[in-house]
């Protein structure tokens, strides 16, 4: 049996418009082809020009049959379809079959066209044929039956068609896997799932299958299950990238970056300029404040010519860390495209630190001009940027200026209330959140904003109350409003309420705050050691946050530290 090459199945099978015209060179007839012929095929390339396709499909198909040339029988085809004439398309491609039996296009369309007729079992035979003709390129062509079978109009027709092409192929991996991804597709997890592991069964070491199913099981959400196969699968095959690749991704996705950062760096051994690796690489240690190791990285990565502006911008963020401001700007200058604006908001801080204020907000003005959709984060990247250097008054501005051209605008507003917050300004922080819920009674952060406000600023606890229960029944998973329910119980005296939904809110999200608060719970409760201890954690991942130092340092002063309490010692060397 021949081999011919697999092409891929035109456009217009799909339903989307084809191109015309078709080249004339390429519909031309043999030498001494007779007038008949000429003119048929001059009619035709005519007819399409002018976007006449019934009439081009007639033309072609009259000199398909006169000349016997499969390409123009081809033609009147890819006419007839696009015309929207199953019919006419039928006529062409039993006649393209007659003259070139083994040309695989040909078993697409008559494939395409089964199934759109209903004939599932001529669907099947010219599938068939498709897998037979394919050679060495068997994947490729189960890639056209699987995108082929996709048409069918519903899952059950789609499933039966894989099963048969499987019957037909019964020890043919790429058959089950093929299988496996219409099932998927279909929703279908289980047959995915057996189709997978067989067509693994039959080929050990293809990593299609392998990939498959890991990533099936984490669809799945059945990240355990996802995990232990793909570390059997790394462990049978340590040197294969694509597994170690998508192992790095797990094991980042599950915040074990250290041990992200060896499969990695085994990656790059084996690989030293690949930029995704690379960029992982620089990225992790960054994230483990390994700032010499991400720095190597990504100058490396930018010397490879790809991912440059990633590279960049991750740099001017190595060296910001670093305390190297100077050097963060040179890098950040040097972004562009999609992490432009991230990297001159940076440029405009670099510069607000260093003094020069009106350069900071000069770069700030012209990016709003540039981009006036991003205006409003810009007004609020400036506020948080004169907070940060000091300059209360001028942030408080900053805010009303762009209340001015975007009255009652949500973010805004609360961005300012927050703020206002930290001022001590509870009147305007008050009315701000006020703005947002009469707006859109719905906006739980605004209402467990105002709520926690109340709670942890006034007296007005029963208040304060009703508002973070009405931003929980919205978000009830939401850390920070787990928060404020479990401080405004505290408030009330509810200690033990307030502990159920402070040891919720901390262990969904790992937060100095709430660490402090659940500590004042557990100290209200004479469960001083338990605080300590919370806070003693808390204190070796956020060592430096000031609330939790606050609360601790207010303890501390209050109570003669037991011998079990001896473990929180002062660290006056901290930041």
């Known amino acids: 049996m021949s081999s011919m090459p697999l092409k891929p199945i035109s456009a217009s099978l799909l339903g989307l418009a084809l191109v015309w015209p078709f080249s ?5 007839p043999a030498a001494g082809a007779d007038a008949e012929q000429v003119f048929a095929v001059l009619a035709a390339e005519v007819a399409a020009q002018r976007g006449e396709l019934a009439l081009a499909h007639h033309y072609y198909l009259e000199a398909a049959t006169l000349t016997r040339s499969p390409r123009l029988a081809e033609l009147a085809v890819r006419s007839a379809i696009s015309a929207d004439s ?7 491609v039993r006649l393209w079959l007659t003259l070139a039996p083994e040309a695989v296009s040909a078993h697409q369309v008559a494939a395409f066209l089964s199934i759109r007729a209903g004939d599932m079992g001529a669907a099947l035979n010219h599938l068939r044929r498709i897998i037979e003709l394919a050679g060495d ?14 048409r069918a109009p519903d899952v059950e027709t789609r ?25 998927a597709s279909a929703g279908r997890f289980e047959l995915a799932d057996a189709a997978a592991r067989r067509a693994l069964a039959l080929r050990p070491d293809w990593n299609k299958p392998r990939l498959f199913l890991v990533r099936l099981l984490l669809s799945e959400d059945r990240r355990e299950e996802a995990r232990t196969l793909l570390e059997g699968f790394v462990a049978n095959s340590p040197d294969d990238a694509a597994l170690r690749m998508l192992y790095g991704q797990l094991l980042v996705d599950d915040q074990e970056y250290g041990t992200a950062r060896e499969v990695f760096a085994r990656l790059l051994a084996n690989q030293p300029k690949q930029p995704d690796v690379l960029f992982a690489l620089g990225i992790l240690s960054l994230q483990l404040d390994d700032l010499d190791s991400a720095r190597g990285y990504l100058e490396r990565l930018y010397g490879t010519g790809q991912r440059r502006d990633e590279a960049a911008f991750y740099l001017g963020q190595t060296e910001e860390r670093a305390g190297r401001d100077p050097q963060a700007a040179i890098w950040y200058a040097r972004v562009g495209d999609a992490n432009e604006t991230d990297a001159q908001v940076r440029i405009a801080l670099i510069e607000a630190r260093g ?10 003005q012209r990016l709003r001009d540039r981009t006036p959709e991003d205006a409003i984060a810009l007004y609020m990247v400036e506020a948080e940027i004169l907070a940060e250097v000091d300059r209360p008054e001028q942030a408080m501005t900053v805010y009303a200026a762009a209340l001015e051209v975007y009255p009652d605008e949500p973010n805004l507003l609360y961005a300012r209330a ?20 009469a707006a859109d009674p719905e906006h739980a952060d605004a209402l467990n904003a105002l709520g926690y406000t109340l ?3 006034t007296e007005r606890y029963r208040e304060a109350r009703d508002y973070i229960e009405r931003a929980y029944a919205l978000k009830p998973e939401e850390p920070a409003i787990l928060d404020s329910m479990g401080w405004v119980h505290y408030r009330l005296g509810d200690y033990d309420t307030a502990l159920d939904y402070l040891e919720r809110a901390l262990a969904a999200l790992d937060d100095g705050e709430i660490a402090a608060h659940l500590g004042e719970v557990l100290w209200a409760l004479g469960r001083h050691a338990d605080a300590w201890a919370v806070w003693e954690t808390a204190l070796e991942t956020h060592p430096g946050h000031a609330y939790l130092m606050d609360v601790i340092e207010r303890h501390r002063s209050s109570h003669t530290v037991s011998d079990d309490d001896n473990q929180l010692q002062p660290r006056e060397s901290q930041p």
């Open 159 to 183: 499933l039966a068609l894989m099963r048969s092409l499987v019957d037909v192929f019964p020890e043919s991996a790429e058959a089950r896997q093929s299988l496996a991804m219409v099932a």
């Open 24 to 28: 004339a060179l390429a519909a031309a």
């Open 355 to 364: 003094g020069d204020l009106e350069r900071a907000r000069e770069i700030l």
């Open 137 to 150: 390129a068997v994947a490729d062509a189960y890639a056209q039956v699987v995108s082929i079978v996709a």
């Open 86 to 92: 199953d019919a006419a398309a039928w006529r062409a």
């Open 418 to 437: 927050l703020y206002a917050v930290e001022r001590d300004r509870l009147d305007l922080a008050e009315r701000d959140l006020r703005r947002i819920i």
């Open 455 to 457: 709670a942890d600023r």
